[in-house]
C-alpha cells in the first residue's frame, strides 16, 4: 500500500491520473493537492469525493508548511509531481509565475522528500519521486530526427526554460543526495478535462460555438500526439519498473502538423452533428466547420516540431501507447460534447479574459 502524493492532481493530465490510480492501484492511498488555480477544478474529480483512499488538500507546493504538514502527517512515501504552469503563452505573457511554480516548487517537493526519507534510508526503501516534464525542454527539431533521452536540452520559452530547470534539480537531487527520483518528459496529451486553452480543446469547444479557429503562423508546426490515459498508463509503469535517476520519454509515435489536427476536429465534429438531429440543433451553423479557420500572427519563440524517441520505455519497460490518434479524438470530442456543462462553466471565467488578449490582438494574416 503506497501512500502517494499527487501534486496538480486536479488538472488535466493529473486528474486523469488519479482516476486511473483508483482503477488500477485500490490499495494506495491518493492525496492530491492543487492550488485550484485557472486550469485545477475540483469538477475533475467528481465521483471521488466519497473515495476513502482518495484526499483532496487545497494548497501550493511553494508552501513549504503545507507539505511539511502533510509529509509528516500522511508518511508520504511516493511523490508524482504534476504541479506546474503549463502553459506557452502565458510564459509568454508573465513568465514569473512559471519560474515560481515549475522551479522554486519542485525545490521545495525534493527538500520535504530528502529530509524525510534520506533520513532513516531503511523506511525510505522503495520510494520514488516522479517528476512529470515535457519534450519542450528540448528545443526545436528540423524536419528529421528525434527527441532521446540523451538530447541536450535547449528550451525557446519561459514555460521551457522552468521546466528544464526543474528537471536539473531533480537529477541533481538523485546525484547530490541519492534521493530516489525519476524523471518521464511527454509529448502534447490531449483528452478529457483538457483546460480549453490548449489546442485541441480550442478546437473542439470553437468548432462546436461557431467562433473563429485560431491558428499560428501557417500551421505547419509539428507535434507528437499522446492520448492522456495512454500518459497515465505510462507514468503508472514508470512508478513501477522505472530504474532510478532515470530519464523516461512518453511519446505516442504520432506526429501530425498543427493545420492537420484543425482540419480532423472540424470533419469529425461535423460528422458526429449530422448524425445527430439533436446536437446538431444545440451547435447549429449551417455551413462545414472548416470556415471557421482563422490564420493569426505566429506567437514568439514558436518551436517548429517536436518528435520523440520513445523506444526506452517500450523496450525496458513494456509500455506501448494503445489509441490511435483518429480514435482518441473521436473519443475527445465525444467527452466534450457529453460534458458541456463542465467545459461552459470553465469558459465563463478567467479563460475568457486571458482568451481575448492572447487572440484578441493578434491581425488575421
Same mark, same amino acid.
Given at each position: ?13 493529473? +486528474?486523469?491520473?488519479? *482516476?486511473?490510480?483508483? @482503477? ?7 492525496? =492530491? &493537492?492543487?492550488? !485550484? /488555480? ?47 504552469? +503549463?502553459?506557452?503563452? *502565458?510564459?509568454?505573457? @508573465? ?7 515549475? =522551479? &522554486?516548487?519542485? !525545490? /521545495? ?47 525557446? +520559452? ?208
Amino acid at each position: 500500500m503506497r501512500k502517494m502524493l499527487v501534486t496538480g492532481g486536479a488538472g488535466f493530465i493529473g +486528474s486523469n491520473f488519479v *482516476r486511473h490510480m483508483r @482503477g488500477a492501484h485500490p490499495s494506495d492511498r491518493v492525496i =492530491v &493537492l492543487d492550488s !485550484l /488555480t485557472y486550469a485545477g477544478n475540483l469538477e475533475n474529480l467528481k465521483g471521488l469525493e466519497k473515495d476513502s483512499g482518495c484526499l483532496f488538500i487545497k494548497g501550493d507546493i511553494c508552501d513549504q508548511v503545507l507539505l511539511d504538514g502533510i509529509f509528516d502527517k500522511e508518511a508520504v512515501d511516493t511523490v508524482v509531481n504534476f504541479a506546474a504552469e +503549463s502553459h506557452v503563452d *502565458r510564459s509568454i505573457l @508573465g513568465p514569473r509565475a512559471f519560474v515560481e511554480t515549475n =522551479v &522554486l516548487g519542485t !525545490l /521545495t517537493l525534493l527538500e520535504c522528500a530528502r529530509k524525510r526519507w534520506l533520513s532513516n534510508a531503511a523506511k525510505a526503501k522503495g520510494n520514488v519521486f516522479l517528476h512529470v516534464s515535457t519534450d519542450e525542454v528540448y528545443g526545436s527539431l528540423g524536419p528529421a530526427g528525434y527527441f532521446t533521452e540523451e538530447t541536450p536540452y535547449q528550451p525557446n +520559452s519561459p514555460y521551457a526554460a522552468s521546466k528544464a530547470s526543474s528537471d536539473h534539480l531533480v537529477r541533481a537531487y538523485f546525484h547530490t543526495y541519492g534521493l530516489p527520483v525519476v524523471t518521464t518528459n511527454c509529448s502534447n496529451n490531449y483528452g478529457p478535462y483538457q483546460f480549453p486553452e490548449k489546442l485541441i480543446p480550442l478546437m473542439i469547444i470553437n468548432a462546436l460555438t461557431g467562433k473563429p479557429l485560431p491558428v499560428y503562423g501557417d500551421g505547419l508546426n509539428v507535434r507528437d500526439w499522446l492520448y492522456v490515459e495512454d500518459h497515465c498508463r505510462a507514468i503508472d509503469v514508470v512508478l513501477e519498473k522505472g530504474r532510478l535517476g532515470e530519464t523516461y520519454n512518453i511519446g505516442g509515435r504520432c506526429e501530425k502538423r498543427n493545420i492537420e489536427i484543425v482540419n480532423l476536429v472540424c470533419a469529425t465534429v461535423d460528422e458526429l452533428l449530422n448524425a445527430d438531429k439533436t446536437l446538431a440543433a444545440l451547435y447549429p451553423l449551417g455551413k462545414s466547420r472548416k470556415e471557421l479557420i482563422t490564420f493569426v500572427k505566429d506567437r514568439p519563440g514558436h518551436d517548429r516540431r517536436y518528435a520523440i524517441d520513445c523506444g526506452k520505455i517500450e523496450t525496458e519497460l513494456g509500455w506501448r501507447a494503445l489509441t490511435a490518434f483518429d480514435d482518441g479524438i473521436r473519443k475527445t470530442i465525444k467527452w466534450y460534447l457529453s460534458n458541456e456543462g463542465w467545459w461552459k462553466r470553465v469558459i465563463s471565467g478567467e479563460y475568457t479574459k486571458y482568451y481575448e488578449v492572447q487572440y484578441g490582438n493578434r491581425a488575421n494574416r
